[in-house]
């Protein structure tokens, strides 16, 4: 039934929804990083919960053990509704509803939220539309965010600075909207040979991009070069009336249109929530328990045990939003006169708001960021391809232009900055000679004291590590020094820089004053080490000493992986715990010999993967469509299986072959989430051959017909994945038989 629609009439107050979806899209803060979405990995991440295991598929089970069948699927119904209590996702489409006046159904559509917060708008300064039937248009291409092809290799005290909001902030400061679009200016005469070969590049707005697919399945490829019509937009550029975007799109300049008061609507709603939930917590909550414990504390003495100097005052916008919820409250001081059980009720009420208001404010957040989804739809009523191209473009913009800013910067504001100076006389530090500081430039990998190793959408990696060489004695720095230094750097000095920049930048682009201070890109993480692969995008891992204030463990430090095998759910448990206890050995070791470290913990890795159960250390697949691939299992002579067959067919079927010819017994298996492993024989001449079987019902006689080659499989899971990293970081390769692998030239 997978992928067929089926049309079920229900009551129109009801919804009928897949709630792994919405997890999927609503959810950044109970499991961010998420291998599947399957509802048996979501529930065992995040509820310790597994489904009900069965053999054969669901109409067999129906047929063969219906009481196994109901429980089975009553174990699925509980573990979404534990899963809706844990991750509360819903309360976000909810607040969508609410916020937006629009019907809850409609709220999982980015298209129907954003024409609804627009209206919304409209009602509100009433304006009024005359509407038009509009035709279906093609959507055309859309060119997406900026991700930089990474700095390989291993790289250290690596920080991530990103924009706050990065779309819906530049939207507001460059006040682009679909009501004051004016139009494109291309230069055509230039763009006109591009165009016309299609198998070779690819045109976007005046951009012209390399085809690194075919004719058939264009795929953009390497920026080539931009063709502009300059002589007609000079004169806009003159305009502070007119505002021109980065792709040559010209907009009215001369009040604040709509997609930017929307925008900053929600952002001061976001800010205001936010203020509140946390004012609310911090005094009015806070003063509740100091209250509440004297009576719990000392019954028979009650409140004349309270420390009245401890209690609050509150702010202007906390005691109007008490009174808009019926109380007259201005202090912790009018709190003291109530009754334990006025108290109690109280408490409930405010913690029922802060909840009610930090849901708000994370639905504003998401609702933000959709609004662009929304405009980039042809479905959108107001749909302009090059409106949505003009937000992710100025968002690209705006990552590369604080890339060369800060290379740049970091050249001598090191040694030159006043503001820095002070810093560094106040953390009592002192540079190298200046010969000592202009090798390190020169070795260095761009020429700058800081380099940008990565960029990915609205974030920049940047490795301090040389930065932190220039300082006297730094060799004899330990962790927390080095984090000290760079975080007094960042907070105390290069933010506000970064800030006033982007707004001076803004400025020169003839961006309405009222809003050109708006970006800010700061400080959001402070790495120990982190390592990139070669040549390929968001794939790399960190190990994090602070984020966003918070300092870490320095015995557990957690780390943030992407893309690599240690999260992928295809992998086998063993090799994805392995991998993460080799990482996070290679992140964390300060010693001279890691790849001798490195090495012996492999052998030592290898020992244990050879004598582990069978399930740990087979891999997963899901097999579908057997019938449709298989031509024949039973033949003494071997399968036969359609061209092309995946390996996940072939795998399934040396099980179904060997058990059918050899009379063994076992249940035939034609498809659904399997284990497979390597079987002894398979070469690198002819490739591998792979058994599958059913988890935890690994079938006694494939030890004789169907052995498991462990160390080449050690070699697949673990051993090839690491080799990866360590040679994007210019390190010797592992082997199986403990020897190292060094490049000679």
Request: net charge neutral; hydrophobic share 35%; with cysteine.
């Amino acid at each position: 039934m997978k992928g067929e629609t089926i049309k079920m009439p229900h009551p129109t107050h009801t919804l009928i929804l897949d709630m792994m979806d919405v997890i999927e899209n609503e959810d950044t803060q109970v499991l961010p990083t998420k291998e599947s979405m399957n509802l048996d990995y979501i529930s065992h991440e995040a509820l310790g919960a597994n489904k009900v295991e069965y053999e054969g598929n669901l109409e067999e089970l129906y047929i063969k053990d219906f009481a196994k069948y109901v429980f089975y699927n009553l174990i699925d119904s509980i573990l979404v509704q534990l899963n809706d209590k844990k991750f509360k996702s819903m309360d976000h489409i909810y607040m969508y509803s609410l916020y937006a006046k629009e019907r809850i159904g409609q709220c999982f559509s980015k298209i129907a939220l954003t024409e609804s917060l627009i209206l919304k708008h409209f009602r509100t300064t009433n304006t009024k539309i005359v509407w038009e039937q509009k035709e279906q248009v093609e959507r055309g291409r859309l060119v997406g965010a900026y991700v930089k092809m990474p700095v390989a290799g291993l790289w250290e005290l690596v920080c991530c600075n990103d924009f706050a909001g990065l779309y819906p902030t530049t939207g507001i400061v460059t006040n682009i909207s679909f009501d004051n679009f004016v139009g494109t200016f291309y230069d055509e005469e230039k763009l006109a040979p591009y165009r016309q070969d299609p198998a070779r590049y690819i045109v976007v707005c005046g951009n012209v991009y390399r085809n690194k697919g075919s004719l058939a399945k264009p795929e953009l490829g390497e920026f080539v070069a931009q063709y502009l019509d300059e002589e007609a937009l000079a004169p806009y550029r003159k305009d502070k009336n007119y505002f021109v975007s980065i792709n040559g799109h010209v907009y009215k300049n001369d009040k604040d249109y709509t997609l930017k008061l929307v925008w900053n609507n929600l952002r001061l709603e976001r800010k205001k929530s936010k203020y509140l939930s946390k004012k609310l917590d911090a005094h009015i909550a806070m003063d509740i328990n100091h209250i509440l414990r004297c009576y719990t504390d000392h019954p028979e003495l009650g409140i004349k045990e309270l420390n009245h100097d401890i209690l609050n005052k509150y702010d202007e916008s906390e005691i109007e939003h008490l009174k808009a919820m019926g109380y007259d409250f201005k202090s912790g001081e009018d709190l003291v006169g109530m009754s334990v059980d006025d108290l109690k009720v109280l408490q409930r009420i405010i913690k029922t708001e802060i909840t009610y208001l930090a849901n708000l404010e994370q639905a504003i957040k998401l609702m933000m960021n959709s609004i662009y989804g929304g405009t980039s739809h042809q479905a959108f009523y107001w749909f302009n391809i090059a409106l949505a191209n003009d937000v992710t473009g100025e968002g690209r913009n705006l990552t590369h232009h604080m890339e060369r800013h800060l290379n740049e910067f970091w050249r001598d504001a090191w040694q030159t900055n006043p503001d820095l100076k002070k810093i560094q006389d106040e953390l009592g530090i002192k540079l190298k000679p200046k010969e000592v500081i202009d090798q390190i430039l020169k070795d260095s990998h761009d020429n700058s004291l800081v380099t940008c190793v990565y960029g990915d959408t609205d974030s920049l990696y940047l490795s301090y590590k040389d930065l932190i060489d220039t300082i006297e004695g730094s060799e004899k720095f330990d962790l927390h020094d080095k984090l000290k230094i760079i975080l007094k750097i960042n907070t105390e000095f290069l933010d506000k820089h970064n800030k006033e920049h982007l707004r001076d930048y803004f400025l020169s682009r003839n961006v309405r004053p009222n809003t050109a201070d708006l970006e800010d890109f700061e400080l959001e993480t402070v790495n120990k080490r982190g390592v990139w692969l070669h040549e390929t995008k968001k794939r790399y891992g960190q190990i994090l000493l602070w984020k966003e204030g918070k300092f870490f463990d320095m015995d557990d430090l957690p780390i943030k992986v992407k893309g690599l095998e240690i999260i992928k759910s295809s992998y086998p448990t063993l090799s994805r715990k392995q991998l993460k206890q080799m990482l996070r050995f290679m992140l964390e070791y300060d010693g001279k010999y890691l790849t001798q470290e490195l090495n012996l913990l492999s052998q030592k890795f290898l020992k244990e993967f050879e004598t582990a159960d069978i399930d740990l250390v087979s891999g997963n697949l899901k097999v579908n469509g057997y019938a449709q691939k298989i031509i024949q299992d039973t033949n003494p002579n071997g399968f036969e299986t359609v061209k092309g067959a995946s390996f996940n067919i072939k795998a399934l079927a040396m099980y179904n072959w060997l058990n059918n010819v050899h009379h063994f017994g076992s249940e035939p298996i034609y498809g659904g989430k399997l284990k497979y492993y390597t079987i002894k024989g398979s070469s690198e001449k002819n490739g591998d051959i792979y058994f599958a079987y059913e988890g935890t019902k690994y079938p006694k006689w494939a030890d004789q017909y169907a052995p498991s080659d462990r160390k080449r499989m050690y070699k697949k899971f673990v051993l090839d994945p690491i080799n990866r990293i360590l040679g994007s970081a210019g390190m010797p390769l592992l082997r199986v038989d403990g020897s190292i692998q060094i490049a000679l030239f």
